[in-house]
């Protein structure tokens, strides 16, 4: 036994067992932060290192016992060749190659390191005494009859190899193979298949040589262009309204405040597709540009549509065949006329600019009301803009926002029975501010055309009103140590140059 630490220490270096530790350790150490795939096929290496000192062991022993250790040097050998093989192409191939921004395709890597271990083979082979490529020789009976029962294997393996040498499918593409087919994400090309994650959580195996035999459709790829996808959503409305209408009223919708996820460029398109029964078929064209939210950006897309003709008065079709079961009766029109009366006559009362009104004005104008509902998102006015309405908050909550880009800022909230609007209503002047839909909002509309008339048969109500709207502009504006005789002069004068301005909107004479 004493014998035996000299033989282990001769046939370590004999095996040059410390340059292959030493090799190890130093890929160890490029390693270290290296991908999990890397460290995976690092412990591999270890693995082959550890099996090679066990049969370097194993030989010593029986040097040390008189034993002659030709097969324990052999498998020895056989360990560290593959080992340096798996050292070989792990630094190569999975650590350096990457750092330079240069990746082989992984079927190349599997067939490089194919071919070393068949070479350890030969040699390990040749150091027995038998020669490998012989045996391979008189066997080709044997591999014919092997490549003709795995021949659909075999396609699918070339067909792999063609895929990673050409690169026609890479791994991040969405693909389907057809009408019917799984549509996924490419997760992985192995040997035998490619793998696809769905939008239903499902991984699914398509043989290669399937991929390679079919034609694969890549979704969203143009040479130069990011990654988008175009989708259609369908819609339909009453065959009787005006087609320009029709776009006229969802295309702004979509194209000034466009849903997540949907291309600013190229633009939406809306496009009127024919009249079938009963109905006129129209559809939103639009750009995804996350592949993988496909069904929740067309629900987003169907929201907007559907405000955005409800906005414009413009009915949904309804199929000729269906039959309607509830008893339309003078009563029921009568207590859903009221409702809505009810309704518009409270918004009205939320507004302290028609407090003054007499009952008859009053109801006129709740009769001139528009129904205004938007989406979340939607923004109701913009900063700058030109419109003569005053909109009145029913439901829901929304953003006021002033300036824009990197320099826009919320600066309040509107809630239900709030409204917005007044000046530009009485003025005309520009939006000072963008009011933005936080929730989905039901509002109440009042134009110029639907207050010019009330103002006509009352043309002194403009100074009633101008005082109001001066005083909430100067509840807003005025300094807090200004004396009350200031404050008392520059509303007088404010209220005269408002209540001038609210005269030449509305073309009333002065009296």
Partial sequence: MTAFPSALLEQLWDARTPFVLLAYFVVAALARRARPLERY????????????????????????????????ELVALAFELLAIVSLGTTIVFRILLPRVGFTLPRILIDIVTAVAVLVVFIIVGKRAGFSVAGLITTSAVLTAVIGFSLQDTLGSVMGGLSLQMDKSVTVGDWITLGPGQPTGRVIEIRWRYTAIETRAWETVIIPNGMLVKSQVIILGRRIGEPRMARRQVDFFVDFRSLPTQVIGAVLPALRADPVPRMATEPVPQVLFIGVKDSYAHYCVRYWLTDLEA????????????????????????????????THETPEREQRKTEDERATRITALASVDLFGGLPEPMREELCQQLAYMPFAAGEAVTREGDKDDGLYILVAGEAAVRIGSGSEEREVARLGAG???????????????????????????????????????????????????????RTALSAARDEQDGVRRSRMESAKQDLASKIRGFFGLERN
């Fill in 41 to 72: 096929h690092l412990r591999a290496a270890g693995t082959l290192v550890v099996l090679h000192l066990i049969a370097c062991v194993v030989a010593a022993g029986q040097v040390a016992n008189g034993y002659e250790p030709r097969i324990a």
């Fill in 294 to 325: 496909d069904d929740p950006t067309d629900s987003a897309v169907r929201i907007r549509v559907w405000f955005a003709l409800r906005r414009a008065g413009i009915p949904l079709s309804i199929p000729a065949s269906t039959v309607f079961v």
């Fill in 418 to 472: 709030q409204f917005f609007g007044e000046m530009s209503l009485m003025t005309g002047e520009a939006r000072t501010a963008s009011v933005i839909a936080t929730t989905d909002l039901v509002t109440y509309r009042i134009s110029k055309p639907a207050f010019q008339a009330i103002l006509q048969d009352t043309p002194a109500m403009a100074d009633q009103i101008a005082e109001i709207l001066v005083m909430r």
